[in-house]
């Protein structure tokens, strides 16, 4: 058994134009526990910042909102998430999150069937800046 605090996590702020701003604190993975086929994150986008449509071919997510409000994007319609709720998004489909607010909103993230994010895979919605 292995205690981690997300408080004591390095925090490490995105740069890449798709997630710019988003600060991602990596508390459960392969890397840090030795966990093979689940991940636990904590993210915190600031007001006004988007992760745009992308998805993760090999792993499911789940994500669940701690604190603030966000729209959760798809390539149907967004949805209004809010403290308390929890989605799921299956292996390969195409998500992303919007903070319209003006608080930043902090999420929980698990993904399972990988230990890490690389792991998991990474795509790019291939018209995702049309979508965001």
């Known amino acids: 058994m292995e205690i981690k605090n997300v408080r004591d996590v390095a925090a ?7 997630q710019e701003g988003l600060i991602v604190r990596n508390v459960v993975n392969k890397d840090a526990t030795g966990a093979r086929r689940i991940i636990l994150l904590s993210s915190e986008l600031p007001p006004g910042k988007v992760h745009l449509l ?52 902090v999420t929980l993230v698990i993904y399972a069937g990988a230990g890490t994010l690389k792991e998991a895979g990474y795509e790019e919605h291939p018209r995702q800046f049309e979508q965001a």
Not at 12 to 18: E, I, L
Not at 76 to 102: C, M, P, T, Y
Request: hydrophobic share 35%; charged share 30%; net charge negative.
């Open 12 to 18: 490490q702020v995105m740069t890449k134009p798709d």
């Open 54 to 105: 992308h998805r993760h071919p090999n792993a499911e997510q789940i994500m669940y909102v701690l604190e603030g409000s966000c729209l959760a994007l798809s390539e149907g319609e967004r949805v209004r998430l809010k403290e308390g709720d929890a989605v799921f998004i299956a292996q390969g489909e195409w998500h992303g999150v919007r903070n319209d607010s003006d608080r930043p909103v």
